[in-house]
């Protein structure tokens, strides 16, 4: 599979020759994510995180939030990840599984809303309305997925924590 690259430094996209000299500036991010967008996902380096010479959080962001995106550049705990949004990342070794769910697990405060979010739709569903308001914002079937992803994950962390339970009293035994 061929995964495009978006590199960024000095809020620009570039391509660096060796890794050392700008050898060109690209379009905008945006435009290269149009450009990119048939692809079923890119990558997006920051080069600025990687040296050292602050952040493009707020672009990384945007591309992410546009496309199915892997990091890199900078990103070197599972905060930094959860804080430019991301969900989640790969782990390479178990030691990591448990910082990992920790960082990307749903707040209590994110799992109270999901719920309640559910619960609500699913009753003004059951009356035959398809959306209605809450505290002056619209909640419609956007806002339910965007609950049902939170409850998926957090349920996706249990069932992985739970196998990862099942596994360990099996090797004991």
Known sequence: MIIPCIDLMDRKVVQLVQGREKALEGDSPLEMLR??????????IDLDAAIG???NDDIVRLIASHAKTR?????RSA??????GFEGKWAIHPSQL????EVFSPSKRELSWAREIFAKIQSASAGGDGAFGQDG???DLAVLKRAQA??????AIEQASAARSNEGARDVA
Do not use: H, T, W, Y
Request: aromatic share 6%.
């Open 35 to 44: 450009r990119f967008s048939k692809f079923p996902e890119i990558q997006v």
């Open 53 to 55: 010479n602050g952040s």
């Open 71 to 75: 990091i890199g550049g900078g990103v």
């Open 79 to 84: 905060e930094r990840a959860a804080a430019l």
């Open 98 to 101: 448990e910082i990992a769910n």
């Open 137 to 139: 914002v619209l909640i």
């Open 150 to 155: 939170i409850l998926d994950r957090q349920q």
